[in-house]
């Protein structure tokens, strides 16, 4: 069995690194940080190179040689990476720019002793590879290495702080892959050489590639797809080289025609497929760009929405105290006669005045409504009560609109439903709700009717009538905000708001509600009370004075 070599790890190691240089920089030549980490990569490539050498060469002149050379390029990558940490990926001022140039003067003395005694003493040739005795200027080495890596490590913290989710998350992923190299650097080159033991020396080195990698990665997640065509390309080459490999040495005249043959269809094969993944990551950039602009476009929309709402609010509590206002000197005029007697004129036109008050005060208080629900500021304040007791109450407030409509109102109320908690104010105002868009909604002389039932472990409630009816396209949008389906008749419109409150109170007594209808043949509205025997849990008790609907 063949002996382990270190240079059978430095070899493929120094390939793969020069091929990262060579993409960081390609991918953005015009980017200073792409530029930066392509030199630091590139010192890598040349330090594992240095380090190959060393091993592979048989002449102990040359071994030693190299083993001087290999502490060179390692001696820049901290100063570069540390100017890399002051521009990614946001640009810090330092109060002294000279300190970004200073950082570099310990790397210029590494080549000037470089050829000293001060670094190599000695090499010594293993079955494994070189084993080299160092002087003092290795520890200075990795002194002024782990310093300024340190120094380079808190300006990505220091920045991560000022910088959006993205920008953390790649410099997380450098800080980590910093790490990683570093703890593998430590045991096998520090550590386990204390101990006697240089053969894994190779490993540590070689482990870079996880710093640069995991790095490379953090700095073009979103150029990732370039990578496909790159290994596609090289996997397709190695093929090819392969098969023209074979065919130079093929003897018979026969056998070199038929791999000339498989040679040409794999080139044409290879061309193909390269080709179908250029396209492929073509349309998938495409696609990235669009959701990339779709997600922009939608949390602007979320922005907007909220801004929406929020002035809504506003402009609902600003609206609400003139109103109330407005309302009270009405009344005061009209029903406590102050002021003096009116004529018919002046009492017509106050009239006009209080029935558009009292709908724009609707309007006002639906709005409100709609804001404190939407911000979690409606809370229920429980009571064991009877439905039964609630529905009749509903009616009799509801009941004289009932009347001047002319409308039949039958009551069917099942009489061993029993008591439960709930919020009587708010499933009272679900029912007034429901009942005043049957008496609305269904032409003078209609057929209305309240019914509770049980239904398994709930209580049921259903508001029936034979009026216009909602379209089946209207149905599924009828309890969302500003949605009334299909209404012809102007005099008839309201705020779009009510059914929408109805169906967050319902929720939230942890009840469901529907919708049964057909246009023109009238529309029956169910909802359910779960059965309590207990008072539910309320986070909100003792927070002071309850909001109220109305």
Not at 324 to 338: C, F, K
Request: net charge positive; hydrophobic share 45%.
């Amino acid at each position: 069995m063949q002996e382990f070599r270190s240079y059978y790890i430095y070899l493929p190691s120094l390939v793969v690194t020069l091929g990262l240089a060579f993409y960081i920089y390609f991918i953005d030549r015009k980017a200073r940080q792409n530029s930066l980490f392509a030199l630091i990569t590139f010192c890598g490539t040349l330090w594992l190179l240095a380090l190959y050498l060393s091993d592979y060469s048989s002449d102990i002149s040359r071994t030693f040689f190299w083993s001087q050379i290999a502490l060179i390029p390692p001696a820049f990558i901290p100063p570069l990476f540390y100017n890399f940490s002051l521009i990614f990926p946001k640009k810090i001022i330092l109060k002294f720019q000279i300190v970004r140039y200073l950082v570099f003067a310990p790397a210029l003395g590494i080549i000037f002793l470089a050829f000293t005694p001060l670094n190599v003493i000695a090499v010594v040739q293993k079955t494994w590879g070189t084993e080299v005795s160092s002087g003092p200027l290795y520890t200075i080495f990795l002194a002024y290495f782990f310093l300024i890596i340190v120094l380079s490590t808190i300006n990505l913290i220091k920045t991560r702080r000022v910088v959006d989710d993205e920008h953390k998350s790649q410099i997380v992923y450098i800080i980590v892959g910093l790490a990683i190299t570093i703890s593998i650097n430590l045991i096998t080159n520090v550590v386990l050489v204390i101990f006697g033991n240089s053969s894994l020396s190779a490993v540590g080195t070689s482990s870079t590639l996880i710093f640069l990698g995991i790095t490379i990665y953090a700095m073009v997640r979103k150029h990732l797809f370039d990578i496909r065509i790159l290994l596609t390309e090289i996997s397709s080459l190695l093929v090819l080289f392969a098969l023209i490999m074979q065919l130079l040495v093929s003897q018979a005249m026969w056998l070199r025609i038929v791999n000339l043959i498989i040679v040409l269809l794999v080139g044409y094969g290879s061309y193909l497929l390269i080709r179908s993944v250029k396209e492929e990551i073509k349309r998938r950039r495409q696609i990235q760009k669009l959701a990339d602009e779709l997600e922009v476009a939608n949390s602007h929309l979320k922005e907007l929405d909220k801004e929406k709402d929020d002035f809504l609010s506003m402009a609902s509590h600003e609206l609400n105290s003139p109103l109330a206002a407005i309302r009270g000197y009405l009344s005061m005029i009209l029903e406590d006669h102050m002021g003096g007697k009116l004529s018919a004129v002046h009492k017509k036109y106050l009239s006009n005045i209080s029935v558009s008050t009292d709908r724009l005060i609707h309007l006002v208080k639906d709005l409100l409504n709609v804001s404190r629900i939407e911000q979690g500021r409606i809370h229920l304040v429980y009571s064991q009560v009877s439905i039964n007791d609630l529905i009749n109450q509903a009616v009799s407030e509801i009941r004289p609109n009932v009347n001047v409509r002319k409308h039949h109102l039958s009551i069917n109320l099942e009489k061993e439903i029993p008591l439960t908690w709930c919020d009587a104010d708010r499933i009272t105002e679900v029912i007034i709700n429901l009942l005043s868009n049957s008496v609305k909604y269904t032409d003078e002389g209609g057929k209305l009717e309240v019914i509770s039932k049980m239904n398994n472990s709930a209580i049921e409630v259903a508001v029936k009538d034979n009026g216009i009816g909602v379209s089946r396209e209207s149905q599924a949008k009828i309890f969302e905000k500003f949605e009334q389906g299909k209404i012809s008749r102007d005099e008839k419109k309201g705020t779009g708001l009510g059914l929408f409150i109805v169906k967050n109170l319902v929720e939230l007594h942890k009840g469901k509600i529907w919708l049964d209808s057909e246009e023109g043949k009238g529309s029956e509205f169910h909802f359910t009370v779960p059965v309590l025997d207990k008072k539910p849990h309320d986070p909100h008790e003792g927070e002071g004075e309850v909001l109220k609907l109305s």
